[in-house]
C-alpha cells in the first residue's frame, strides 16, 4: 500500500515535547519529508530526506526513521509550533504520497 | 527569491475543464533537475499531489486523476500550465504550484522547497 497514515492529532503542554508519527510500507525504500502548515498558509518544508533540516528551521524539529515508521519530533514545544503537520513520500511508481495528516495543538 | 504564483478561475462549473497557470520566478524549469508541480488540499482535508513536470519534459501523474490531467510547461514564459477535466464539487480545493530543486529527488522520492500562495477553485453550478 503507498498510503501514509498519521495520527489525526497530537496534544503537548509548553516545553514538552511532541512526537508524530507516520507509518507506510514504502517508507523502508523512500526517504520521507515533512511539511509545517499554519491556517490559511502554504505549507512549509521542516525535514527532508528523513531527518535532514533545511535552513532556517530550528534545531528543536528533528526527524527520524526506522523500519515503516517515521517520527517527526518538537524538542520544547512553544505556542508557534501549533500547525498541521504532514509527511510526505512515494509510492512504487515515484509519484508523491502524502500523508492524513496532524494536527498539534499546544495547551 | 524562488517565487510561484498561481492563477485560474475561482469558480467552475461541474464538467467543465480547469486550467491553472503557475507563474513562477527567481529560477528557470530549464536548469537540470528542477521540476514543478501542482498540489491540491480541499477544504480542511489533507493534501494531495496531482501532477509534476521536470525540467526534460518528463510529466508524472497522479495515478487515480491521470486520465483528467494534462501538465505542461512553457519555459521561455516562467509558467506551467495544469488542465483538469470534467470537474466535480469533490474537486473543490486550494490548488498550489510547488518547486523541487535541482537534487530534491533521491531514490524516486522528491520533496518539494517553496509553494505558491494557492487559489481556491470551487466547482458549483
Known amino acids: 500500500s503507498s498510503d501514509l497514515t498519521q495520527p489525526p492529532s497530537v496534544s503537548v503542554s509548553p516545553g514538552q515535547t511532541a512526537r508524530i508519527t507516520c507509518s507506510g510500507d514504502?517508507?523502508?525504500?523512500?526517504?520521507a519529508y515533512w511539511y509545517q502548515q499554519k491556517p490559511g498558509q502554504a505549507p512549509v518544508l521542516v525535514i527532508y530526506?528523513?531527518?535532514e533540516r533545511p535552513s532556517g528551521i530550528p534545531e528543536r524539529i528533528s526527524g527520524s526513521s526506522s523500519g515503516t515508521t517515521v517520527t517527526l519530533t518538537i524538542s520544547g514545544v512553544q505556542a508557534e509550533d501549533e500547525a498541521d503537520y504532514y509527511c510526505?513520500?512515494?509510492?512504487?511508481?515515484?509519484?508523491?504520497?502524502f500523508g492524513t495528516g496532524t494536527k498539534v495543538t499546544v495547551l | 527569491q524562488v517565487t510561484l504564483k498561481e492563477s485560474g478561475p475561482a469558480l467552475v462549473k461541474p464538467t467543465q475543464t480547469l486550467t491553472l497557470t503557475c507563474t513562477f520566478s527567481?529560477?528557470?524549469?530549464?536548469?537540470?533537475?528542477?521540476?514543478v508541480s501542482w498540489i491540491r488540499q480541499p477544504p480542511g482535508k489533507a493534501l494531495e499531489w496531482l501532477a509534476r513536470?521536470?525540467?526534460?519534459?518528463?510529466?508524472f501523474y497522479s495515478t487515480s486523476l491521470k486520465t483528467r490531467l494534462t501538465i505542461s510547461k512553457d519555459a521561455s514564459k516562467n509558467q506551467v500550465v495544469l488542465t483538469m477535466t470534467n470537474m466535480d464539487p469533490v474537486d473543490t480545493a486550494t490548488y498550489y504550484c510547488?518547486?523541487?530543486?535541482?537534487?530534491?529527488?533521491?531514490?524516486?522520492?522528491?520533496?518539494?522547497?517553496?509553494w505558491g500562495q494557492g487559489t481556491l477553485v470551487t466547482v458549483s453550478s
Open positions: 510547488a518547486r523541487t530543486p535541482p537534487g530534491g529527488c533521491s531514490g524516486g522520492s522528491c520533496y518539494v522547497d517553496y
Open positions: 527567481g529560477f528557470s524549469l530549464s536548469t537540470s533537475g528542477m521540476r
Open positions: 513536470i521536470d525540467w526534460d519534459e518528463d510529466k
Open positions: 514504502a517508507l523502508p525504500k523512500q526517504y
Open positions: 530526506k528523513d531527518s
Open positions: 510526505q513520500s512515494a509510492d512504487n511508481s515515484g509519484t508523491y504520497v
